[in-house]
C-alpha cells in the first residue's frame, strides 16, 4: 500500500483507512508517551476490565519502558485508534485525499525521531549510556549476568563500537531533517532501529515497545516514498523524481522552515552534548578515579574480636572491598554476595563515612591505614559490628578482558 505526497492524486479507499489509523494510532502513542501518567486513571481502568489485570502495579517502571502501565496503555492507544479510525472514516468518507495533513503529520513524526536517534546516539558517542564493565562486574561470573547485564557488558567493553553505533544513529537522525534525503533517513533509521529492537528483545532489554515504534514510523515514513524502491530495485523500472507536497510555493516559507529545522538541531545539540560530555567526566570511563580505587581482598578478617577464617559459606565475612566510583563501594561476601555502601573517604584525616545507601545520618565510622598503593587496613564499627580487616590490592589491569587489548595479527583464534 503506498500513500503518496504528490499534490492533486486520489487515494484509494484502502489507502485512506490506512493513513487514518496510522495518523491516530501514531498521534496517540506520542502524546501517551509524555503524558501517560495524567491518564493514569482511565488507562488503569482498560487494564482491569478488558486484560483482567489484578495485581498492582507502578506507573514508572523505574526506568523499565515495558512495564505493565506500558502494554496498558499501549493496549488503550490501539483500541482508541480502532474507535477514532471507524469514527473518521463515517464522517469523512468523501474525502478524495488527506496529502495536506500527510505532510503535517510525517513533519511531527520526524521530530519526534530526530530528537529521540540524536540523544540515543550521541549518548553512545559520548559512552554515557555503556561504561566501561565495573570492578564489580569484573567479579561476577559469567553465570549469573543477567541477559541485559551481558549486553550492557558486551557494548561497554569497546568504546570504537559505542561510536560507531552511536554515529548511525546519529547520521540516520541527521538525514531525517532535509526533505530531499528524509526517505534514505527513514530507511537508515528503521535498519539501525530494527538492529536495536532485536537485541533489545534477545537480551531482555526494557526498552522493546519504545524500539519498535520508532521502525514502525521509520517505515511509515519511508513508505511515501517505496513506489520509487519498487520501481528501481524490484522492478526494474525508471522512476521519476520525488515530486514533494508543499503547503505552499512562497519563497519566504522555505527560508522559514529551513531557520526552523536549524533552530532545532541547534538548540537539541545544545543540550545533549554538553550533558553527554558532563556524564563521561562523571560517570563514564574519563571519570577521575576515586580515592583508593581499585579491587581490595580481605586477607585479615576479625568481626567483634573474632577471626572468621575464609570460607564460602560464611555470608558474614568480606571477601572484596570494591571501590570504583566517587562516595561509592561495594562489599562482595564470601558467598558472593554483593552489598552497596555510600562510601566518603577524607584522605587527609585518613577517615571514612561507610553506610547502607541512603542512610538518614553519616559520620565517620572508620579510620584507615594506606602506606603504599598494595596495602589498605580498616578499623571501626558497621552496623553496630566492630571490623578490623587488612587488603591486599587486586591488579585488575591484568585481567584478560583488560590485558588482552586488540591485535591485527592473530596466528589462531584467542578465544577463552
Known sequence: MILSLEPKVNWSTMAKIVFRFAFCY?????????????????IRWVGDVFLNIDYKYDVSGYGSGDNTFSYVSLFTNFLLSIILTIIWSVIDRKRASYNALLYWFTVIIRIYIIYFMLVYGFIKVFKSQFPYPSLTRMLQPLGEFSPMGLAWTYMGYSNGFNIFTGSLEVIAGLLLIPKRTQSLGALMVAGVMTHVAVMNFMFDIPVKIFSVHLVLMAIFIFSTDIKRLLNVFILNK????????????????????????????????????????????????????????????????????????????????????????????SVKLMTDDVLYYEF????????????????????????????????????????NDSLNI???????????????????????????
Not at 351 to 369: E, G, P
Request: hydrophobic content about 35%.
Open 344 to 383: 566518603i573517604v577524607d584522605s587527609t584525616s585518613k577517615k571514612i563515612s561507610m553506610y547502607k545507601r541512603n542512610a538518614d545520618t553519616l559520620h565517620y565510622n572508620f579510620n584507615f591505614k594506606h602506606p603504599n598503593s598494595h596495602y589498605l587496613e580498616l578499623n571501626g564499627v558497621l552496623e
Open 238 to 329: 525508471p522512476t521519476d523524481k520525488y515530486q514533494y507536497y508543499r503547503p505552499t510555493k512562497e519563497t519566504f516559507y522555505s527560508m522559514l522552515t529551513f531557520w526552523i529545522k536549524a533552530s532545532f538541531l541547534l538548540l537539541v545539540l545544545a543540550l545533549i552534548v554538553p550533558q553527554g560530555c558532563s556524564n563521561q567526566k562523571k560517570w563514564g570511563d574519563q571519570r577521575v578515579k576515586p580515592h583508593l580505587y581499585g579491587i581490595w581482598e580481605s586477607s585479615y578478617f576479625i568481626k567483634n574480636n573474632d577471626t572468621l577464617p575464609p570460607l564460602t559459606t560464611d555470608s558474614n565475612r568480606w571477601r572484596y572491598l570494591i571501590i570504583d566510583y566517587k562516595d561509592r563501594a
Open 26 to 42: 501514531f498521534t496517540l502513542y506520542i502524546l501517551l508517551s509524555f503524558t501517560g501518567s495524567l491518564f493514569q486513571t482511565p
Open 390 to 416: 587488612i587488603f591486599n590490592k587486586i591488579d585488575h589491569e591484568s585481567f584478560l578482558l583488560n590485558s588482552r587489548g586488540f591485535n591485527w595479527i592473530n596466528e589462531m583464534p584467542y578465544n577463552r
